[in-house]
């Protein structure tokens, strides 16, 4: 099998593997000495994570910290080290000066990124944080979040910046995660670098850790990866702070309840999206769907048992939250094996407790 080969042209990556071309781009971004090469590598992590090809040919250097993380996800995945065949150059290090009181938010405009919008808020003062959303990481669904990252923003009078990304690579699913939230880290170093921060903040790992998480959803890999920051001379670290899902909600509905109505949370496409959501009009018309919402997915679902549960201005009509629970327990039974890594057990946990309360019997669903 022929190995795969790693290219890179100033803030564009590409990798050539199986016949197909495979690249990762950013527009716009603030200008970094020496920060290209670094950019490289974190793309080229990104790159090889859906593949994880034996063989690998790089026309840039890759750092010895990266190979030891791209190492660690290949054991991780069951796989033996790649041989990666590089230019053997070393890279300096980024020589900012950035302070711990200050922060940079990955913000996707989602339930966890508002919610570490709200706690870095009070930690660090509305000031010295930063949210940083990148359009186009999550190519589904990239339109909504930059939509709704802008809207919250103008409506809650909170810093933006949005990085542009062409995202060509391969993974979809399950493979993308092995290196995503990573990378997200890794192409936001000039955000903070700009503005100061040491801190990148992420979603945490609340949830009790299944096997079947991929790389990047273990709390021990992103200390991992801190440590691979460190030893590549980069003064930023990765912070988050651990919270159950649905814990998470509820923090959101009791300090920051008109937040939720702009939440952007929803995995349908669009061309679907209208749909469903007309669809819960029907049947639910008491429950007023936000309008980011399909009603059906996994994501909104976790918002719609949080709302029923938290939401002190929340009202419908028994019948119509009757109707939700249960359509809600049927998913649930249909999806739990296929969303295991999204349906924390938090979330059967609330759903039960919604049902009690609404003196629902789920066993006879």
Partial sequence: MKAAKLSHNGLEAVLEHNGRTERLLVKDYPYIKGFEPVFAQ????????PHLPKNVISN?????????LINKMYSFEGEPSPRISSPKVNIAGIPFKTSNDKAVISYSAGKDSMWNLWWAQEEFGKDNVLA??????????SSDETRYALRQSKKFDFSLEMLQLCNGSGGKGYQVMRSRDMFMVGILIPYALNFGASNIIIEGFGEDVRSSEPFTGHEQNMLLFNKTLKEMNIPIRVKWRNRKEMDVVKDLYINKPDW????????SPSHYKIALHNSWERRTPSIRLYDSQ?????????I????????????ATEEDITYYIKSTE???AEHKITHNDMIGGSFLEALTKAAKIHDIDLSKI
Avoid at 132 to 141: T, W
Avoid at 294 to 302: A, H, L, M, N, Q
């Fill in 42 to 49: 974190f793309c080229a992590f990104h790159l090889l994570a």
């Fill in 260 to 267: 939720m109505s702009e939440v952007c949370n929803c995995f």
């Fill in 294 to 302: 399909c009603g059906s997915c996994v994501k909104c679902r976790i």
């Fill in 330 to 332: 049927k998913w649930y």
């Fill in 132 to 141: 940083a959303h990148i359009s186009g990481l999550n190519r589904s669904n």
């Fill in 304 to 315: 719609n048992i949080g709302r029923i549960l938290y939401d002190p201005n929340f009202e």
């Fill in 60 to 68: 840039f250097p890759i750092s010895n910290p990266m190979i030891k």
